[in-house]
């Protein structure tokens, strides 16, 4: 196969490994990417135990897809205008508060479960958050 010289120079850039790799030769980027990873699958294991809590708690699969319900649907709601406030403001602020009302959000249902406090009622408004 010959290939004409524009289509040479594309190729010989991308030898094979060469670009597999790159975007995670950024140091911050890896960081960033890692870290969102390890926050996404601990969000995922918190919303379960809680779907689990209330299905243990009320007996009621409703409730439990009332909750998970409640989880998805601002992350929907919000996904509409979330790209025009990211454009607008500064991402790695809104990143870092996101990450802190949710850790906020998670204390205090620990704290609440901790001290026998917790209710449905309380799941239904942090997992609304």
Known sequence: MILDNDEAKINSNFRVGHHRYY?????????????QFVSQIGDKFYMLALAIWVLDTTNSPAMMGGVLFCSFFPTFLMGFIAGAVVDKYNRKIIIVAADFIRGLVIAVVTCLYYFNLLNIHAIFISQSC
């Open 23 to 35: 975007l995670l030769m950024n140091r911050n980027l890896a960081l960033l990417l890692s870290g």
